[in-house]
Every structure is written in C-alpha cells, then in structure tokens.
C-alpha cells in the first residue's frame, strides 16, 4: 500500500521552475505584461516582495498573496529563504495557468500553515503535525483539501522531505477523497414569498435619496435574478453602460463565468421588461453626480454623504470604483436587519430569535445572494 502511494505522488510531478533561476525577475515581469495585456490580472508587485497585490481586472477585486517575510533579521535563514522561494515558483505557476486568485490565495496560506506547524518539515514535530494540521476535530473536506494542497505544492516543487511527512499526506489525502458534498438547499416558498412582498411594498414608496442609493442593489439583484439566473460574482460585475434599445425592447449586458475557477469572462446581451431597464435608467440619472465607475451598481452608497456628494470614507481605496460581493453582502445583511426586521417587525429563526406559535410575522431563515441561480419566486 505504502509503495502504491508514493507511485501514484510520483505521476503527479508536473513542470517545475528551476529555483535557482537567475531570470525569474525577468521572467514574472513578462508574466506581469501577459497578465495585464490580456485584461485577466495586474500584480502590483516585485517577485521579491513578501506580498504579491493581484488585481483581478475582470471583477475588480483585490488579493493579497502573503509569503513568509523576510526581514534583515531573519533573511540569513536558508529554509525561510527556500521555502519562500518555492512558494513563489508555485504561485508563479498558478499565475501562469490563469488560476482563481481566491483559490491561489488559499493554497499559499494552507502550505505555509503546514511548514510553520511542521518547521519545515522537521522530523521532530512530525507528530504535531499530524495532530494540529490534520486534527482530527476538522472536517473530511478540510483534511482533504490540506492534503491535496500539499500534495500539489510537492509534486511541483520536487522538494525533499522525509517518507514520513510524506505517508501521513498521502493517506489524509486519500482517506478523505470521499468527503459528502453538502448540497445548496433554497429558501422555502413561505420565506420567499414573504420576501417578494416585502421588496415590493418597500420600493412602492417614496423613499429618501440615501436610503434609495443604499438598497437598490436589492431591488435590482431580486428582479432581475429571478428571471435570469446569475451568480452574485456576475451580477455584481454588470457594467455601467449595460442597457441598449432596440426597437423598442430592452436588452442588458451580462458578465458570464465558466465557473468559479476561470477568471474570464464573457458577455451575453438578453432581453429585460421594459419596467427593470427603466429602473436602471433611472438609477443610472440618480447616481450621474457620484462620479466614475465600473460597473453599474455603485460601492458602499450607504457611506455616500448626500448633501456633500462626496464618499465619507474608503474614497482612496480603488476597489471604490466597483461594486463587489462584499459590498452586495453587506447591503443585503443591512436590508435584512435595518428594513425587514426593524421596519417590518418579521424575527427570523435562523439569527435565534425566539419565535412563538401565533407568530406569523417570521422567516425560517435569510434569502443568500446566490439562492435566485435557481429560481425561488
């Protein structure tokens, strides 16, 4: 068994970048260019620096790749300056083949918790390691995906490290390959419905200029994910320029992902009730004064001062000219407590609120942003 193992680690060896690369600056500057020229990502960084800024110019958002620091104090360490380099050449490879940023990210961070639990891989804490990085508290999918970064990292860098490290991967790897997936479930028809009438009651009246600019993305996302599904990734990535007339009839501009770990995009143009397109016209007319923007939905309105029309905080953060999930997230969490909540009286199991039997004004749980892929109306 423990031959079979090490055969199967052995096939799983792809291209490797020589670590001792005199050109690799050179090399991550082209990278750099490609990057960018082909409107995927743009690294705001050096290959030496002990974080990686990566934009992704699809969506906008920002990640951080953090790698261990080096600093004058710890800079004459050989296994940090190895380890470290090897986690480049890695990240350099993922880059390289268009990887997620979010799964890059995720993929430093899991190897790098393993060599500081296992110092590098020492012998002496093998037991620790087995212990802590794959305690037993965690779940399958967690010691899975632990040991499937490991395996990756490994089988790309070719690096050395004693059989024992290796067999205790391996076996957590594959020992856990059989994890249950956990299916996405939808609302029930009561909470939806509850939900509708709610958001069509709210944006029937007349509601302050703030309070418009702060939770239209809610009118909009709930309108128009129930006729076209779309991932929240994707609707919040609707450019600014997104309606077009033709002949009378209404048609929106759609970012479409193949799926989660793709970056690129395409773009479906699909037709829209004349009522949506006019509303996204006309918040198009009411946010003209907020300035520039990538997309059409506006980030962090509800930290937009009206009478000075100007943001009152986050104004130099450049993620400022997009809409990102985060910000629908927060919009929507705010709705649910401020609106739904307070305003409407409704308590919701799912936040511990107690509940009585001739409750009626209640919700089993929170509507989440990519529950209308599949529709829920």
Known sequence: MIN?????????STETLD??????QDKFNKLKLDLEENNIYK????????????ENLQNHSFFNINFFYITKKNKKDLNLSKYQYSLKSWAFSLLERHYNLSSIHKKIKKVKDALKES???????LEDFKQNFFSYKLTERTKYDRASALDEYLSY???????????IILETYHSNSNYKVTLRTIPSSKDTLKFSLIIEDYFNKNQSADMYLKYYPIYLWWNLTNIIPLRISEFCLIPHNCINEIDEEYFITLPRSKNKFDPTLRWDQLWIPKDLAKSILEYKVRTKDLGFSKTLLYYSTEKYGIRKKEFLTFSNEKDAYAFLYKDFSFVLDTFYSKIIKDKYGFLIAEDGDIISESEEKFMTRRIRPNDTRVSVK
């Open 4 to 12: 079979q193992l090490f055969d199967q680690f052995e096939t799983l």
């Open 19 to 24: 670590f001792f690369d005199q050109n690799i």
């Open 43 to 54: 690294i705001h960084n050096e290959f030496n620096d002990n974080v990686w800024r990566c």
């Open 119 to 125: 110092n590098f891989f020492d012998l002496d804490k």
């Open 157 to 167: 860098t070719e690096l050395q490290i004693d059989e024992a490290y290796m067999l």
